[in-house]
């Protein structure tokens, strides 16, 4: 009697699909709203410094949205946990929208905040399962689809600004096609059940796993300062990049803008490469070569003299460092085998780190100085990125993992 042939895998491009369009979504909802900061300002009587206090709070409310999305994965899986960030996102943008007065808003925005977490979290979840399954580094597509993302929501707010259709418009708009977009990709996520049947050695599965994982802790450290090094530089060209332009080099604030759009598109280039660069070189040689890019962009930048030299750094700055953050993700995965979303969630926290880092230290620096002495703070950031490299080497299967278990990429 013949043996009945071994089940197929599920194919991968239908979940690769929805992953990279959570992906997308979430940097377009963030972009748009980053981006109608001045006109929320403008509505409630605000400071820079006041939008910048939000947009920080936000950041340190994600963490508490990271970790409940750790929690709600571990009790249902990572796509319960996106769906509900998904869902307590568009709530939250809807509250912004129609906030009658500042206290709304700022709660709006505090709820906003969860959603982000949660997102940041679960969409990661999900890209490092399938690349777990697809046997090679694909993370950092996904990332290339949060920049298509994010540059899409500021191209939105720039068209219904010309048009001049106004804050609420824009807004219900942008958050109704995320909703739906959503709603369009969640049948079709990534399920950890879909994965391909064990073998005789590899039968470890997220739910025989310890409910308390024993995470290494100086990787665990070590790559959690990797991520809230690259979010510090990262942050610093989101918040700061127009003003140096204004205040440092005397543009306009129409080219001033320009600087951003640079970063933003040399991050897309380097994120659509960054795949076939980590399978060729490996992920150590990826890192220090994206911290070596960033170095010299921001050392243009610091010493710029001119407009086209702070475009430039800007720019090149975009080609190095955001390669980071997929790489990252990839390499939590492997610390703790079974408990990947654990330690994702977990990561995740230095992510917000980051931001308070490259939006509340540079900019205090800024305050007491210049921004050109600002951004030395996140040059010496990408200096850490290149000492940290050695972190993202794949672990090695301890003895007493089973003979022909195969390892994570």
């Given at each position: 009697m013949s043996t009945p042939p071994p089940p197929s895998k599920p194919s991968n491009t239908p979940p690769r699909i929805a992953v990279s369009v959570a992906f997308g979504l979430q940097g377009f909802t963030l972009s748009m709203l980053l981006t109608l900061l001045p006109q929320f300002r403008d509505r409630y009587g605000l400071d820079?410094?006041?939008?910048?206090?939000?947009v920080v709070l936000a950041s340190v409310i994600a963490g508490a949205g990271s970790l409940l999305a750790e929690a709600l994965a571990a009790r249902t899986d990572s796509r319960a946990a996106l769906r509900t960030g998904f869902a307590v996102i568009v709530a939250a943008v809807l509250a912004v929208t129609v906030a009658p007065g500042l206290i709304v808003f700022i709660a709006g925005f505090a709820v906003y905040g969860v959603g982000l977490g949660?997102?940041?979290?679960?969409?990661?979840?999900?890209?490092?399962?399938?690349?777990?399954?697809?046997?090679?580094?694909?993370?950092?597509?996904?990332?290339?689809?949060?920049?298509?993302?994010?540059?899409?929501?500021?191209?939105?707010?720039?068209?219904?600004?010309?048009?001049?259709?106004?804050?609420?418009?824009t807004l219900f708009v942008g958050i109704g096609l995320v909703a739906l977009a959503a709603v369009a990709v969640s049948p079709r996520l990534f399920r950890p059940t879909d994965g391909a049947a064990p073998t005789k050695n590899d039968t470890t599965t997220e739910n025989d796993a310890p409910a308390h994982p024993r995470i290494p802790l100086w990787p665990f450290l070590a790559l959690g300062s990797a991520m809230a090094l690259f979010y510090g530089i990262d942050f610093a060209v989101g918040n700061w990049s127009a003003l140096f332009m204004t205040d440092v080099v005397l543009a306009s604030s129409g080219t001033a803008a320009l600087a951003m759009a640079a970063y933003q598109v040399a991050a897309l280039l380097s994120r659509l490469t960054g795949d076939l660069w980590v399978r060729r070189f490996r992920e150590i040689a990826v890192v220090r070569a994206g911290a070596a890019v960033a170095i010299v962009g921001l050392a243009l930048v610091v010493s710029a003299q001119s407009i086209p030299m702070a475009l430039a750094g800007f720019l090149i700055v975009g080609l190095g460092a955001p390669l980071v953050a997929p790489l990252c993700f990839g390499a939590a995965g492997r610390l703790a085998p079974g408990q990947a979303d654990a330690v994702i969630a977990r990561i995740n926290l230095f992510n917000y780190a980051g931001t308070i880092i490259g939006g509340g230290i540079v900019g205090g620096v800024a305050a007491l100085s210049n921004l050109r002495a600002a951004f030395v703070l996140p040059l010496l950031f990408a200096v850490g990125l290149a000492a940290l490299a050695p972190a993202f080497r794949p672990r090695r299967r301890t003895a007493g993992t089973a003979q022909g278990t195969r390892t994570a990429p």
């Amino acid at each position: 009697m013949s043996t009945p042939p071994p089940p197929s895998k599920p194919s991968n491009t239908p979940p690769r699909i929805a992953v990279s369009v959570a992906f997308g979504l979430q940097g377009f909802t963030l972009s748009m709203l980053l981006t109608l900061l001045p006109q929320f300002r403008d509505r409630y009587g605000l400071d820079d410094a006041a939008i910048v206090g939000v947009v920080v709070l936000a950041s340190v409310i994600a963490g508490a949205g990271s970790l409940l999305a750790e929690a709600l994965a571990a009790r249902t899986d990572s796509r319960a946990a996106l769906r509900t960030g998904f869902a307590v996102i568009v709530a939250a943008v809807l509250a912004v929208t129609v906030a009658p007065g500042l206290i709304v808003f700022i709660a709006g925005f505090a709820v906003y905040g969860v959603g982000l977490g949660m997102v940041d979290a679960a969409t990661n979840m999900q890209g490092v399962s399938l690349q777990h399954r697809a046997g090679r580094f694909i993370m950092s597509s996904f990332y290339a689809a949060w920049s298509v993302g994010a540059i899409g929501g500021a191209l939105w707010v720039a068209a219904f600004s010309g048009l001049d259709l106004g804050l609420h418009v824009t807004l219900f708009v942008g958050i109704g096609l995320v909703a739906l977009a959503a709603v369009a990709v969640s049948p079709r996520l990534f399920r950890p059940t879909d994965g391909a049947a064990p073998t005789k050695n590899d039968t470890t599965t997220e739910n025989d796993a310890p409910a308390h994982p024993r995470i290494p802790l100086w990787p665990f450290l070590a790559l959690g300062s990797a991520m809230a090094l690259f979010y510090g530089i990262d942050f610093a060209v989101g918040n700061w990049s127009a003003l140096f332009m204004t205040d440092v080099v005397l543009a306009s604030s129409g080219t001033a803008a320009l600087a951003m759009a640079a970063y933003q598109v040399a991050a897309l280039l380097s994120r659509l490469t960054g795949d076939l660069w980590v399978r060729r070189f490996r992920e150590i040689a990826v890192v220090r070569a994206g911290a070596a890019v960033a170095i010299v962009g921001l050392a243009l930048v610091v010493s710029a003299q001119s407009i086209p030299m702070a475009l430039a750094g800007f720019l090149i700055v975009g080609l190095g460092a955001p390669l980071v953050a997929p790489l990252c993700f990839g390499a939590a995965g492997r610390l703790a085998p079974g408990q990947a979303d654990a330690v994702i969630a977990r990561i995740n926290l230095f992510n917000y780190a980051g931001t308070i880092i490259g939006g509340g230290i540079v900019g205090g620096v800024a305050a007491l100085s210049n921004l050109r002495a600002a951004f030395v703070l996140p040059l010496l950031f990408a200096v850490g990125l290149a000492a940290l490299a050695p972190a993202f080497r794949p672990r090695r299967r301890t003895a007493g993992t089973a003979q022909g278990t195969r390892t994570a990429p």
